[in-house]
């Protein structure tokens, strides 16, 4: 817990999320001005600054998250038509909040390359 970090208060309930998904390890919640009819932030419980930041340690993480994803896009109807999973790192990357987090983008068709 960072006690100046949004996402960290989002975990500690001291800001209210529409949390749809929770473990041990991570938790899932709407983004608060969604980009796709689906747009959900799966981040790590962990206070993590950037994906720059990640270590060895992490690696069983990531692939938590990217799972946790999936059954998010099952649960949600759009596994099937597909949906897209995106990291901003840093400020060139589009990062705004300093704790790692992956958006869950989907119900829609996802245009390439992103902007
Ligand atoms: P990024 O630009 O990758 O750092 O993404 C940050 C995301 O956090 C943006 O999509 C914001 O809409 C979202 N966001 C900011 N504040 C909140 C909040 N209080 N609850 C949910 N999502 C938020
Ligand atoms: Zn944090």
């Known amino acids: 817990m960072t006690s100046d970090c949004l996402f960290c ?9 529409t949390i749809r998904y929770e473990d041990d390890r991570v938790i899932a919640f709407d983004d608060i001005d969604p980009k796709a009819p689906c747009h959900f932030l799966i981040i790590p419980k962990k206070h993590i600054a950037t994906a720059l930041d990640l270590t ?16 998010i896009a099952r649960d949600s109807g ?33 245009t390439w390359p992103p902007g």
Do not use: T
Request: with cysteine; net charge neutral.
């Open 78 to 110: 759009f596994a099937d038509a597909g949906y897209r999973v995106v990291n901003n790192c840093n400020k060139a990357g589009g990062q705004v909040v300093w704790h790692l987090h992956f958006h869950l983008l989907g119900g829609r068709n996802m």
């Open 9 to 17: 208060k989002i975990i500690s309930g001291d800001i209210p999320a």
């Open 56 to 71: 060895p340690e992490d690696n069983e993480l990531i692939g938590h998250i990217y799972q946790v994803a999936g059954k």
